[in-house]
């Protein structure tokens, strides 16, 4: 069992920044792969960044890349979504997903929702304009 909790959400204007934090419980945290999604209302869960449990390799949905960073602290066992430039188009529900299984070919598709076991249970993003 593998739970989450994220934190950092909140309301920004257009243009600005916020950093979101999940802290996770797992025994072996460094073996974990870790993955961001969002969510808005009517909308499927969409993939924004994802880090690997070794060599910290990240991936990123076209839509952030350059202005999201994602990285982790093994240590604090806690990853972390960097926000820049933030878009009114950026609001959702931002949910960390944990790879408990450690999945061998976790990095052939680490932004579908199905690579990942557990779910945190999400903080609002709301971006004004």
């Known amino acids: 069992q593998v739970q989450l909790v994220e934190s950092g959400g909140g309301l920004v204007q257009a243009g600005g920044s916020l950093r979101l934090s999940c802290a996770a419980s797992?025994?072996?945290?460094?073996?974990?792969?870790m993955g961001w999604f969002r969510q808005v209302p009517g909308k499927e869960r969409e993939f924004v960044g994802a880090?690997?449990?070794?060599?910290?390799?990240?991936y990123y949905a076209d839509s952030v890349k350059g202005r999201f960073t994602i990285s982790r602290d093994n240590d604090k066992k806690t990853v972390y979504l960097q926000m820049n430039g933030l878009k009114p188009e950026d609001t959702a529900v931002y949910f960390c997903?944990?790879?408990?299984?450690?999945?061998?070919?976790?990095?052939?598709?680490?932004?579908?929702?199905?690579?990942?076991?557990?779910w945190g249970q999400g903080t609002q993003v709301t971006v004004s304009s």
């Open positions: 997903a944990v790879d408990s299984q450690s999945r061998y070919n976790w990095w052939t598709s680490p932004g579908s929702a199905a690579s990942y076991d557990y």
């Open positions: 797992g025994r072996t945290f460094n073996s974990y792969n």
């Open positions: 880090i690997s449990r070794t060599t910290g390799n990240t």
